[in-house]
């Protein structure tokens, strides 16, 4: 493979205004958190060397990142907000953009540290993002190891207008839907958030169900199964029974291994159905009512066919939203984001739509930026 220059894709060629579902800020350093710490913070980082978290689920692969996306100050990809605004906002005509910041406070493991590094990371988002472009809405990072304490964080920030979900590394040390993670659906709801599971995480045990894989395509591969678990317990256990306004995105999970994962759970609840009383209706019906799914990464080549294909078996052309995993790399052409081909409202329902009513988002612009 080759790498380009970041795409130009304004709202003009595009025919909508866009609502972008997963955009990477990234942490520039440990040390761009220093104004949002307490004294005792910053000695400690200072005098332990410690560089932050050192999991990550995105290595130096040729997925990772295009290249151009590399801060001129040296940061990582998606740490620069002028560079964002050039290749993601202003180049994609963008109306608003939700970012994932998926710094890994659920890989460090002084408890105390982890919930001081998510709410200093919160601030960050706020003072450097949020209160910098209007078009910008944020995920809440949280010490999802800790729901109590994750709770608490999303009770102090979770009315600030730029916050719309709670960022949930996909990779957990139990499946979410267990009760331990009540108090994190509980604040949520309270404040009107969705749940956002995304690719990565670092909890310590293995990303497959038979133990370590060698390589990192193993479990690049592999996450969609991670999803497929979290879902799955998210339903079997009550989950969105128990918060029946709950709303969950599965972001970079890509979403052609869903129908046919819902037809063997909607085949085998009704023959299982007496184990788990609390489940009243089909689990399809409940993905229908309660998840989205970010476009990025599209499985195979772009075509429109074989999307509108998917979209008639999952049943629902509400549940695909608009995403460019910036700045990840998963196509070079607007084409390879959203195949050509598709109905003007289908297109709208994919590019905005979708994401407006998921995330709560108000009504919106023209392809001219005019409220």
Request: glycine share 8%.
């Amino acid at each position: 493979m080759t790498e380009t220059a970041p795409i130009r894709w304004g709202a003009s060629q595009s025919g909508f205004a866009v609502i972008d579902c997963d955009v990477h800020n990234s942490v520039p350093s440990v040390q761009a958190l220093f104004p949002w710490l307490s004294r005792f913070w910053r000695e400690y980082i200072e005098q332990s060397g410690f560089k932050g978290p050192s999991d990550t689920a995105y290595p130096n692969a040729p997925t990772s990142a295009r290249r151009g996306t590399t801060a001129v100050s040296g940061g990582p990809p998606g740490s620069d907000l002028p560079l964002v605004r050039e290749q993601v906002l202003d180049a994609w005509g963008t109306e608003l953009a939700i970012l994932s910041c998926d710094y890994a406070v659920d890989a460090v493991h002084n408890p105390d540290a982890d919930v001081a590094l998510a709410q200093a990371v919160n601030d960050w988002q706020i003072a450097e993002w949020l209160d910098r472009d209007p078009r910008l809405r944020a995920s809440v990072v949280v010490p999802s190891k800790q729901p109590d304490a994750a709770a608490r964080e999303i009770e102090r920030v979770g009315d600030h207008p730029g916050f719309v979900r709670v960022f949930l590394p996909v990779r957990s040390p139990i499946p979410y839907g267990k009760r331990h993670y009540h108090p994190i659906y509980e604040a949520a709801v309270r404040h009107d958030l969705a749940i956002s599971l995304h690719f990565g995480g670092a909890p310590g045990n293995p990303p497959t169900s038979v133990g370590w894989p060698s390589y990192y395509l193993e479990e690049y591969a592999g996450m969609a199964q991670v999803f497929q678990g979290q879902l799955m317990s998210l339903i079997v256990e009550g989950v969105f029974d128990r918060f029946p306004t709950l709303r969950v995105a599965l972001v970079e999970s890509g979403f052609t291994w869903l129908p046919p994962f819902l037809w063997r759970f909607d085949k085998e609840w009704k023959g299982l159905r007496r184990e788990i009383p609390w489940t009243t209706r089909l689990p399809s019906e409940y993905v229908r009512e309660h998840v989205g799914l970010t476009l990025q990464p599209i499985d195979g080549p772009p075509d429109a066919a074989r999307l509108l294909r998917a979209i008639d078996q999952l049943g629902s052309d509400d549940l695909l939203m608009f995403s460019t995993d910036y700045p990840h790399w998963h196509f070079d052409e607007p084409e390879e984001a959203l195949p050509a081909g598709l109905s003007p409202s289908l297109k709208r329902k994919l590019l905005s739509d979708n994401a407006r009513e998921f995330y709560r988002l108000g009504v919106g612009m023209d392809n001219g930026g005019t409220p």
